[in-house]
C-alpha cells in the first residue's frame, strides 16, 4: 500500500504560499475501521497533508537545497472529518521563513466545508540532500505539479 500525503500541487509563490490537493484512498480511508470508527481519513493524515505541503514550499523556495522537518503546529483544529473520495484542498501560507525555521498557517476545505486549520505550524529547515535524493523529490514534483510555479523549481 502507497500512501502519498498530497498528491497535487496546484499553486505556489516562492516563499510565500502553496497550495495542494489530498484525495482520500480507499486503504486510507479504511484505517479506523478495525477501531470500530466510521470511514475517514484519520485527523493525524488530514494535518500530514498541511506539513508535506509547507515541506513542498520549502524544498520549491530553496531550489531543492532544503527541506522541512515538522516540529510543532501551535493550534490546529479538525472542523470536520474527510470522507471516501472526498478531496481536500490545502492552503499554507509562511508566516516566517528564515534560514533554519519555517512558520506557517494551513487550511483545509473539502467542497467549501472546512476540515482544518492549523495556526503556527512550525519546521525546522534541513538540507533536503540529508533527507532524500534531490532527485526523487525533482521526479516527484512533475508528477504531482499541475501548475506553473511561481519560481524555477529546476
Not at 7 to 18: F, L, M, Q, V
Not at 65 to 87: D, H, S, Y
Not at 106 to 131: D, F, H, K, M, Q
Given at each position: 500500500?502507497?500512501?502519498?500525503?498530497?498528491?497535487?500541487?496546484?499553486?505556489?509563490?516562492?516563499?510565500?504560499?502553496?497550495?495542494?490537493?489530498?484525495?482520500?484512498?480507499?486503504?486510507?480511508?479504511?484505517?479506523?475501521?478495525?477501531?470500530?470508527?466510521?470511514?475517514?481519513?484519520?485527523?493525524?493524515?488530514?494535518?500530514?497533508?498541511?506539513?508535506?505541503?509547507?515541506?513542498?514550499?520549502?524544498?520549491?523556495?530553496?531550489?531543492?537545497?532544503?527541506?522541512?522537518?515538522?516540529?510543532?503546529?501551535?493550534r490546529v483544529?479538525?472542523?470536520?472529518?474527510?470522507?471516501?473520495?472526498?478531496?481536500?484542498?490545502?492552503?499554507?501560507?509562511?508566516?516566517?521563513?528564515?534560514?533554519?525555521?519555517?512558520?506557517?498557517?494551513?487550511?483545509?476545505?473539502?467542497?467549501?466545508?472546512?476540515?482544518?486549520?492549523?495556526?503556527?505550524?512550525?519546521?525546522?529547515?534541513?538540507?533536503?540532500?540529508?533527507?532524500?535524493?534531490?532527485?526523487?523529490?525533482r521526479t516527484?514534483?512533475?508528477?504531482?505539479?499541475?501548475?506553473?510555479?511561481?519560481?524555477?523549481?529546476?
Amino acid at each position: 500500500m502507497k500512501l502519498r500525503a498530497l498528491d497535487r500541487i496546484t499553486a505556489w509563490e516562492a516563499g510565500t504560499r502553496a497550495a495542494g490537493r489530498k484525495a482520500v484512498s480507499f486503504e486510507e480511508y479504511c484505517l479506523r475501521q478495525p477501531l470500530g470508527e466510521p470511514e475517514r481519513l484519520p485527523e493525524s493524515l488530514v494535518l500530514q497533508a498541511a506539513f508535506e505541503l509547507a515541506n513542498w514550499l520549502v524544498i520549491l523556495s530553496s531550489g531543492y537545497g532544503q527541506a522541512a522537518r515538522p516540529v510543532a503546529a501551535g493550534r490546529v483544529e479538525f472542523a470536520g472529518p474527510l470522507g471516501p473520495g472526498e478531496v481536500m484542498e490545502v492552503t499554507v501560507e509562511a508566516v516566517e521563513l528564515t534560514a533554519d525555521r519555517l512558520v506557517f498557517h494551513a487550511l483545509g476545505t473539502a467542497g467549501g466545508r472546512p476540515i482544518l486549520r492549523c495556526e503556527g505550524g512550525e519546521a525546522e529547515l534541513v538540507p533536503l540532500a540529508s533527507l532524500e535524493d534531490p532527485a526523487d523529490r525533482r521526479t516527484l514534483f512533475s508528477e504531482i505539479a499541475t501548475i506553473e510555479a511561481g519560481g524555477s523549481p529546476t
